[in-house]
């Protein structure tokens, strides 16, 4: 049964697997996925306990689930491990206590005991008495996954002596081809001491000294395609973890060696991360693949194995490919340098910035339009008719875009640098609450092109640093646009504020870089707003993951109000969030002709009706029932449900909706106020179509999304949403001790009104955002 099992996973696994021929390791992250042979590691810091005495069960147990789950993928894993020396060391302890117990217990007839004591123990010996258990605990976690395994002792000279290496191999495969896990180990109880100055010699010679220089020559031997090396630290770092400049390296390349300084070796073992970087270099130039990571604690590491094999952004991966342009984190550093610039420029200088990138997208039109043909022609075939109109540029598009950047240049000249409110704190003692930029953004968007010159205005305007991850299906109109912007931001010397992230970084990876970027703005499917939500980790995320949208039509609705509204609120845009999803209807207008005129437009418009249970219970035979009243069609589709009045359409919309933005078309202004008072929604209107609900249409020039969150900003979030403040305090050598009982100042407190004059330069300067390029020369007149 086991060898029939073992045939069938490897007829299907071998045609995923089989098309990647050994002999050079894998370029990138993304490609480990590949993998089919894989050596995983585990050093004795992973596999013994913190007081190096026993084993440490649970790490062992999540170790174990891995192995197990991708060998039953098809794959074929070896585990090399330590841990025999400390298990037989825990078994040699309680040994000799329970010897001078009995002893005592024998030999002390005044009943008086000596402390007992535990002499050093022989390496050799720990490992001789341990290397039994070790191997049964092994075989008892592995058998809980209908899985296999097999001891393998092996010494140095195993892989010196010819013949013992071809039978080191051919035993190996054959266990592989079985399904079953080989388990290998140095035969600690009889190797010899290491010696001092043996090290890694070229491609053919290894002194195999400790774990890591077996496991890479077992890879090597092997023809494995990925060796996972596990340890006590999240990777390698350019110098030892816990100093001031440590930085964890997400890739090393072998001509990277000299920028490294290693510190002391783990706790615990024979080799330390010198031992580990030469192991995985040997291993990489022999062709295999190799990433070194933290497997010590499975609560905050989470599944580290199958993370790596995945192509997850876990320790640092080795490589022999270095790509042509910067990493993901000197990029955002590039961003983060160049953003600062960017914020103490003055605020006419970020206008002109945005004004040109206004000109550039009239002038470059053509070759805007040419880019986007070829994703529209590539994507037709892939994407649904919504994504395909999201994705789609024309020229009254790109002429909507410019007439929006322009808002902004206007609304930068009074953003960074804006006191919000100033105190009087004591006589020469000056508070100022002030406008500041968040840092760097990271925007991440699907097929929405234009989100990239909205949200790149938006960042020069509020000075911030931009990271942007656009979706492939628009990798040539982005790519085009990013060099316009980059164009635009080279006027002030600040071309590198804006990065565009093209590497084959995934979004998970990027949600993970909370030392460097600031705040995560997903711009995109409900889908992918809430995978970024449940990927970052100590970011935080701005949006919205649902576009549940209401229109409730009260009793005392005027029918062309109505009709205008669902209308529009529906049809003009069905795939935007701001369209509506449920219409909610007064039991009142039940056959009435204004409900018949209802479902007439919605008829002609073509949108298809979903009843919801109250709805379906009035007719005898109504349209197909909603499967939830808390769906978002992105179509020309929408549920209809009935309530009883005012409250109860207030009650619905907190239970169903998604605080995004919800309508209400009634003559009744009390009616009205209530609605808009106790509606809990970041936007709310009065006879008024919810597609009002965009950061152009209310004046913000454009906006980098709509945020349902409580704190911060809420509803569509333009200029001011991207700005946080700093307080700036002014003296003369105030100190905290001239306010105590015996000191001889006072708190005043006093609030300072705010002055908001303009310059003549701001007021030519918000003049031209309106009329440039045409009233440049106004500029320099003034």
Not at 142 to 165: I, M, P
Request: hydrophobic share 40%; glycine share 6%.
């Amino acid at each position: 049964e086991k060898l029939f099992k073992t045939k069938i996973r490897q007829a299907r696994s071998w045609k995923e697997f089989s098309n990647r021929v050994h002999g050079s390791s894998f370029a990138h992250r993304g490609k480990l996925r590949k993998a089919k042979r894989i050596v995983v590691k585990l050093g004795s810091a992973v596999v013994t306990r913190d007081d190096e005495c026993g084993l440490a069960l649970g790490r062992l147990a999540s170790i174990v689930e891995q192995v197990a789950m991708l060998q039953n993928q098809g794959r074929e894993m070896m585990i090399v491990t330590s841990g025999a020396v400390a298990f037989g060391k825990q078994r040699l302890r309680h040994e000799i206590l329970l010897s001078q117990s009995v002893r005592q217990a024998l030999h002390s007839g005044n009943g008086q005991h000596k402390e007992m004591f535990v002499p050093a123990l022989e390496a050799r010996a720990c490992a001789a008495a341990g290397q039994s258990g070790l191997m049964a605990l092994y075989e008892a976690m592995f058998t809980q996954y209908s899985t296999c395994t097999a001891q393998v002792l092996v010494t140095n000279l195993d892989f010196h002596d010819d013949e013992k290496r071809q039978n080191l191999n051919s035993t190996l495969q054959e266990l592989l081809h079985m399904n079953i896990v080989p388990i290998i180990n140095t035969n600690d109880a009889v190797v010899p001491p290491p010696e001092p100055n043996s090290d890694l010699q070229g491609v053919n010679v290894i002194s195999i000294k400790d774990n890591d220089s077996l496991a890479a020559r077992l890879a090597v031997e092997m023809k494995a395609d990925l060796l996972i090396a596990l340890s006590d630290v999240e990777g390698l770092f350019n110098s030892p973890p816990g100093t001031d400049d440590a930085k964890l390296l997400d890739i090393f390349y072998p001509g990277d060696q000299q920028s490294i300084t290693y510190g002391t070796k783990s706790r615990v073992g024979i080799g330390g991360m010198e031992a580990k970087v030469k192991a995985a270099l040997w291993a990489l130039q022999g062709g295999t693949s190799v990433v070194i990571a933290n497997g010590t604690n499975p609560k905050v590491t989470g599944q580290v194995i199958t993370d790596i094999v995945e192509g997850k952004k876990v320790g640092t991966f080795f490589s022999e490919v270095k790509p042509a342009g910067p990493s993901v984190e000197e990029q955002t550093e590039m961003a983060r340098n160049s953003g600062r610039i960017l914020a103490s420029l003055h605020p006419h200088q970020r206008s002109k910035i945005i004004c040109h990138l206004a000109e550039l997208l009239t002038e470059k039109k053509d070759e805007i339009l040419a880019a986007n043909k070829m994703d529209m022609e590539m994507a037709v075939r892939r994407l649904p008719p919504a994504m395909l109109k999201r994705l789609s540029l024309s020229s009254a598009k790109l002429s909507s875009l410019a007439v929006g950047l322009r808002q902004i240049a206007t609304a930068a000249q009074d953003s960074v640098g804006r006191v919000v409110r100033r105190t009087r704190v004591a006589p020469g003692l000056e508070l100022e609450q002030v406008t500041v930029p968040i840092g760097v953004l990271l925007v991440i968007f699907e097929a929405r092109p234009d989100c990239l010159p909205q949200v790149s205005a938006l960042a020069v305007a509020s000075g911030n640093a931009l990271l942007l991850k656009g979706g492939k299906e628009a990798a040539n109109t982005n790519r085009v646009l990013h060099q316009l912007t980059q164009e635009a931001l080279s006027l002030h010397g600040v071309r590198e504020a804006v990065q565009m992230v093209n590497t084959h970084e995934e979004v998970e990876d990027l949600c993970r870089l909370d030392k460097t970027i600031d705040l995560i703005i997903p711009r995109g499917s409900s889908q992918l707003v809430r995978d970024i939500q449940r990927a970052a980790k100590g970011i935080p995320v701005l949006g919205h993951s649902e576009g549940i949208c209401h229109v409730y039509v009260d009793a005392d609705a005027n029918v062309d109000k109505v009709i205008k509204i669902v209308r529009d609120s529906k049809c003009d845009y069905p795939a935007a969030c701001n369209s509506m999803e449920t219409l909610l209807i007064h039991r009142e207008i039940l056959r009435t002709p204004m409900f018949d005129k209802i479902i007439e437009i919605l008829r002609n418009e073509q949108v298809k009706i979903h009843s919801g249970p109250r709805f379906a219970s009035y007719l005898t035979f109504s349209p197909s029932e909603a499967s939830s009243l808390r769906t978002e069609y992105s179509d020309l589709e929408c549920c209809l449900e009935v309530v009883d009045g005012l409250q109860e359409a207030v009650e619905h919309i907190h239970k169903y909706g998604s605080s995004h933005t919800d309508v209400i078309v009634t003559e009744n202004k009390e009616t009205a106020e209530r609605f808009l008072q106790q509606l809990d929604s970041a936007c709310v209107f009065w006879n008024a179509s919810s597609r009002f609900a965009d950061g152009y249409r209310f004046g913000l020039g454009a906006e980098v999304g709509i945020s349902t969150a409580r704190i911060h900003a809420r509803g569509p979030v333009g200029l001011e949403g991207l700005l946080t403040t700093k307080w700036i305090l002014r003296g003369d050598g105030h100190t905290v001790a001239d306010f105590s009982e015996s000191g001889s100042m006072k708190y005043l407190h006093e609030n300072i009104p705010v002055e908001q004059n303009l310059t003549g330069q701001q007021l030519a300067f918000m003049l031209a955002s309106f009329l440039c390029p045409v009233s440049k020369a106004l500029i320099d007149v003034l």
